[in-house]
């Protein structure tokens, strides 16, 4: 073994987390009060990552991904481009924890993806592809400036393959947003999506309710609580007056 | 240069199930003892308390408790002519890191094999005729039966306080309970868990087929308990954060709330956490063992000089040590010899989306526990007649509601668009009425020649280490054993009243992206043979008598269960011959 890849190594892990000091445990539980960190609360404010061109390009695809109905906001209103920007800035953007030595190559679709771009470059690299391919064929307008129609039109082009970006994989950024967009309507709001639990309340998932002991044998009974998030219930927490 | 540590009676490399079981057999026995753990300790109070544990994006999608990629990871193809490519992500399975192992974020599916699978390759040859079986498979006797590992089957059990309604006691076949299963001694420690509508329903349309349902044995506590060892469980709440998850209620078997506590506080044990084992020393004969090797979190060497070495790091990790370390003759496929890295399986799963009507059936599908399950035996192993059909092996099949958290489940109906309103509106109508089961069909996989691990030749991890390259596809019998599966399984759900039955076959070539199960098997397996297996019966390394390999990796194939049950019996049974054979005389309990 050689003292550089113990230095590598010693970096990787202080980079990771903190709670990496080798113990030797003897006689006693070791009990240490939160070695795992509660959960860091997403909090409203200006973007982390994106731009504004790109948040304003990220708000419209995410609303055209899960467009608003009477009933439900769609994926704006909901949060998704602020939970999509959360992540970016995090350890998902940079891809942390993920094996990312080369050589790169490209394989079968079932030895899975091979890119040597982090989550970050993905959408920092598409949304701008997005937004020269758009300006070159929608008379200079940007993604967010389309109509609806048009840029599902877009949307399905990408999906579909039929529009190709030279600098990225189009079809590849496009499986990223079916991934993430839903993972910021339905995950805790704590992450910054799904706010106000409105991914939730249009499903009728009760959240981190925990305990069901009383409902498991009510069978084919709707069951009638509303949700809770790790941050609680807005009702439960009422705004000073 | 590695600092030196004082000598200790036993190492044992990694603190998961098999680990924290020997770990606890051997103290008990008076033996000095350090157990290493490449990851950190985890405990229940501190590490994932009920006020956010559920948190899915956290645990399920971005896989907090696990191994990540960076630390170590495998490259993978279809076949000896292909590239290996790196897995640079999870997919298909997911290793655990940590103290509790696989333990910590398991479903509890505790499981007995069948007495016909530990003497696969006699029994099929038999009923069958040897040329029934595939040329190129591979599969082997394991040295070991049923009977007598029966009473460490039942010792995991009660450890655990496995929920659950026997089916088969000393030869009596019991109402209710799994009559294929072999016989047990006594009933399971804890009654079945409740099951919730979909459950019912599934158990009845099986019954109406002619099957015999039953719950899913289950490490989920159906009650409060204690077991043998003091250790106190309470109930399960069906939270639906279960499998990926640590379980806040103390409510899941897991080391951490069976084993750890009794075993802390035991002198002769000590524990070393964020420390990872790089290789078992040997001395010049190459035939004794005389420690291990590991770098501490700091990045310092240290050598750990030990008289009997434990090795329970998990299947391929544990391979990856023997081929790290020397010890044993690597496999090649192509001139069929050696033994490190044969026989390699993982899983033949499947599964059956149906939807039903919204206005007639509420399923409530967060109302869920890892384990909790109404499941049929009729199409495992050999309990039906293969002839007809032309393939080996099964499986078990069964709704197991698992959970309804939302980024992970929101099935729709085929055919539904990936985005946009209509998939907006398939969603809200469908979740609370489809069924998408946490297992399905889990099926067997057998051993062939081409399906193989060893080291890669470019690919390296952090240590500067090859990493293990899995060589690995399915194969006929089990494209053909999956189809059968999936058809009848799909029949219950139709007979159940669903309007559309979405059958998704497990097809060929395997996917390394698509998650089926952790239950990777064999790669050092045991058996009477030493050209043709790693260890003897009591997991005891044919070439170093003072090395035990605990896990998986002792399969010589794959059955259609979950393995856990029987890894753990076998940490059990291995324990039973160390205490009781070989610490009297230490050296080849076998002679081959
Ligand atoms: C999500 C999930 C669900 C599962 N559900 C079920 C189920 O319902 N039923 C069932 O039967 N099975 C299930 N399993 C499988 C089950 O977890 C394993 O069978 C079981 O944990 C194996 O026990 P083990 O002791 O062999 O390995 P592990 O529990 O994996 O423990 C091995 C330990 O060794 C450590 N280690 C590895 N390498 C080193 C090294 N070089 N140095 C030091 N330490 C090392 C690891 O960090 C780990 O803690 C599931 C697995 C997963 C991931
Ligand atoms: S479902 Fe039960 S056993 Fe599983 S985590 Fe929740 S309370 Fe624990």
Known sequence: ?241 | MARKLPRKDVVIVGLGWTGSIMAYELADAGLDLIAIERGPWRNTATDYPPGYAADELRYRIRHELFLSPSQTTFTFRHKMSEAALPIRSWGAFMPPNGVGGGGVHWNAETWRFLPSDFVLKTHLTERYGVNFLPEDMTIQDWGVTYDELEPHYDKFEYLCGTSGQAGNIKGTIMDGGNPFEGPRARAYPNPPQDQPFGHALFGKAARDLGYKPFPQPSGNMSRPYQNPLGVRLGPCTYCGFCEWFGCGNYSKASPQTTVLPALVRKPNFTARDNSEVTRINVDSSGKRATGVTFVDAAGDEWEQPADLVVLSAYTIFNVQLLLLSGIGKAYDPAANTGVIGRNFTHQTTSDVVSFFDPAKFVFNPFIASGAIGMCIDEFNGDNFDHGPHGFVGGGYMGHVQTNGRPIETTPVPPGTPLWGAAWKKAVKENYQSAIKPGTGVHGSMYSYRDVYVDLDPAYKDRFNRPLVRITMDFHDNEIKQNKFLTDKFAEIFQAMGAKQVHKEYRKAPYDITKYQTTHLCGGAIMGSDPTTSALNRFLQSWDVPNLFVLGASAFPQNAGYNPTGTVAALAYWTADAIRSKYLKNPGQLINA
Request: proline share 8%; charged share 20%; net charge neutral.
């Open chain 1, 1 to 241: 073994m050689q003292r550089r890849t113990f230095l590598t190594l010693a970096a990787w892990l202080v980079g990771t987390t903190s709670l990496t000091r080798a113990t030797v445990i003897h006689n006693r539980v070791p009990w240490a009060p939160h070695p795992n960190s509660a959960p860091e609360m997403v909090r409203p404010g200006p973007w982390q990552f994106f731009t504004l061109d790109e948040a304003r390009a990220m708000e419209a695809i995410v609303d055209r991904i899960i467009p608003p109905d009477p009933e439900t906001p769609g994926g704006k209103i909901a949060g998704c481009a602020v939970f999509i920007d959360r992540q970016l800035k995090g350890p998902y953007g940079s891809n942390q924890g993920h094996y990312t030595l080369g050589p790169h190559t490209k394989g079968t679709q079932e030895q899975g993806p091979q890119s040597a771009l982090t989550h970050a470059e993905l959408y920092r690299n598409a949304l701008a592809a997005l937004d020269k391919h758009c300006k070159s064929t929608q008379a200079g307008k940007s993604f967010a400036e389309l109509e609806a129609a048009a840029q599902d039109d877009v949307l399905r082009k990408l999906e579909s393959g039929e529009v190709k970006f030279e600098t990225v994989d189009a079809k590849g950024f496009f499986s990223a947003l079916l991934k993430d967009v839903p993972e910021g309507f339905f995950a805790d709001p704590i992450h910054g999506g799904n706010i106000d639990m409105v991914g939730w309340k249009m499903i009728g998932f009760p959240g981190i309710r925990y305990d069901y002991r009383d409902w498991v044998n009510r069978h084919n009974e709707r069951y009638p609580h509303p949700p809770v998030s790790i941050a609680g219930r807005a009702d439960w927490t009422p705004a000073k007056s």
